[in-house]
């Protein structure tokens, strides 16, 4: 028989619980380090919607965001928590090209003209997820293997590799500091929820010149959406960005108008100059034998490439 392997994962967020998962599906015995309940970690504020949203044209990109759509939507037709494939709208106000480089990806691409002030309307679907049920979903699912998600702040990967041979790093924006990355930056992101007056549709202007426009239905409430602020680190509030925000949303959405505010979300989402670092290191820095995988800095994206790229974190900790 193959001996298995002991595998620590560091992190719970998005990226740092899928691999765990398919690391555990692979045949290893996993435990995941976060220094947060998953449930408190930043992956719970994002809108968490199927879309390369501020990620470069790339091979890699393309294949993990082509697999976690795939995976999200045979998760959204068995009923998984949190995961519904939604229709969308992708409102453009430059000129239609042709389809974007992600399009084959979804599968379901469609360009239609489209009135002033846009050029055309993209329609295609994606799969949405409320991470909160998602996340205790995916925790549940490591645990029934016999997987442990551990409360554990890490100082030093080296000090990971101390607890098995094989160490994921699924740290975020921890990363710039834990694997001593400069290319390692926030960038914050502001979103507005309101009660959902029974929109089933995603709705997004990626070209509005006032900001990145969105409005993603879930089942009580609307996510509305939003900044895109690289560099800038602090999660306080800011009432006229939120305002500012139900506007834009009201204008490409006019139901909304009546919709009551709920609350405000802010978070830093860990986003890399040069796109996610996915790969063995060539230094572990470990005890003899060991492997650190690195997997961080998918920015926006972290929902949207998830699956794919854990995937491919499951071959470079368990091949050769």
């Known amino acids: 028989m193959a001996r298995t392997r002991d595998v620590t994962v560091v992190g719970g ?39 390369p949203s501020h990620t470069d044209q790339d091979p890699r990109v393309l294949r993990w965001a082509r697999w976690t759509h795939a995976e999200l939507s045979r998760q959204a037709v068995d009923g998984v928590p949190g995961v519904v494939a939604r229709p969308t709208r992708m409102l453009l106000r430059h000129r239609y090209a042709g389809p974007p480089w992600w399009a084959e990806a979804c599968g379901d691409l469609v360009a239609e003209p489209a009135p002033p002030p846009y050029t055309t309307v993209l329609r295609f679907t994606a799969p949405t997820v409320e991470m909160t049920p998602y996340l205790a979903w995916l925790r549940q699912r490591l645990e029934d293997g016999g997987g442990r998600v551990l ?25 710039g500091r834990l694997a001593a ?67 834009r949303c009201v204008a490409l959405v006019p139901e909304l108008a009546d919709a009551p505010v709920l609350g405000e979300r802010i978070g830093l989402r860990p986003a890399r ?11 572990p820095a470990g005890p003899p034998g060991s492997r650190l995988v690195h997997a961080y800095g998918h920015g926006g994206a972290g929902v949207t490439l998830s699956w794919g ?12």
């Open 151 to 175: 409360r554990r702040r890490v100082e030093r990967l080296a000090d990971a590799l101390d607890t098995a041979p094989t160490v994921v790093n699924a740290t975020g924006l921890a990363a």
């Open 309 to 320: 790229c854990a995937a491919e974190v499951a071959d470079l900790a368990l091949g050769g």
């Open 181 to 247: 990355d400069p290319a390692v930056h926030p960038v914050r992101g502001h979103l507005v929820l309101v009660a959902n007056p029974g929109l089933t549709t995603s709705v997004r202007d990626e070209d509005d010149p006032a900001g990145i426009t969105y409005v993603h239905p879930r089942r009580h409430d609307v996510v509305l959406g939003g900044t895109f602020q690289p560099g800038v680190a602090h999660t306080g509030p800011d009432p006229a960005t939120a305002a500012a925000i139900r506007r």
């Open 273 to 283: 100059h040069g796109g996610p670092r996915v790969e063995v290191d060539p230094d």
């Open 13 to 51: 967020g998005i990226v740092g619980m899928t691999a765990a998962v398919a690391l555990q599906e692979r045949g290893a015995r996993v435990t995941v380090l976060a220094a947060d309940d998953p449930a408190d970690t930043v992956s719970t504020v994002a809108a968490a919607v199927w879309y």
